[in-house]
Nanobody, 130 residues
Framework: QVQLQESGPGLVRPSQTLSLTCTVS??????????WSWIRQAPGKELEWIGG???????SYSQSLKSRASISRDTSKNQFSLRLYSVTPDDSAVYYC??????????????????????WGQGTQVTVSS
């Protein structure tokens, strides 16, 4: 059974760095043709894919966030992490880590919305406020 769990601060000050970690159990982040992804959902908005990492450590990011986002991994702990720099209140959202299949990501790139499934964490609320 694959499980993902997000962890990190729930409150970040504006202009600071948002840091979250996803701990994965039941599967290895160094195997399989998935993208271990970070996704967020702000109030009243659709799910937004931030970026992800694959089995070989390569990373990819959404065009809108690539200048501020960084995804890394710790294979010894089977974890991957997100850093989002220079945050503003617009970055307040529920942040999810997820194992996203290639076809789902291709559909997203083509305009189809993401949808949660059993390979998503429960999500963690991050608020950017002074």
């Amino acid at each position: 059974q694959v499980q993902l769990q997000e962890s990190g601060p729930g409150l970040v000050r504006p202009s600071q760095t948002l840091s979250l970690t996803c701990t994965v159990s039941g599967a290895s982040i160094t195997a399989g043709e998935h993208t271990w992804s970070w996704i967020r959902q702000a109030p009243g908005k659709e799910l937004e894919w931030i970026g992800g990492t694959t089995y070989d450590g390569s990373t990819s990011y959404s065009q809108s966030l690539k200048s501020r986002a960084s995804i890394s991994r710790d294979t010894s702990k089977n974890q991957f992490s997100l850093r989002l720099y220079s945050v503003t209140p617009d970055d307040s959202a529920v942040y999810y880590c997820a194992r996203v299949e290639v076809d789902a990501l291709l559909r997203y790139y083509s305009g189809s919305p993401l949808s949660r499934n059993e390979y998503w964490g429960q999500g963690t609320q991050v608020t950017v406020s002074s």
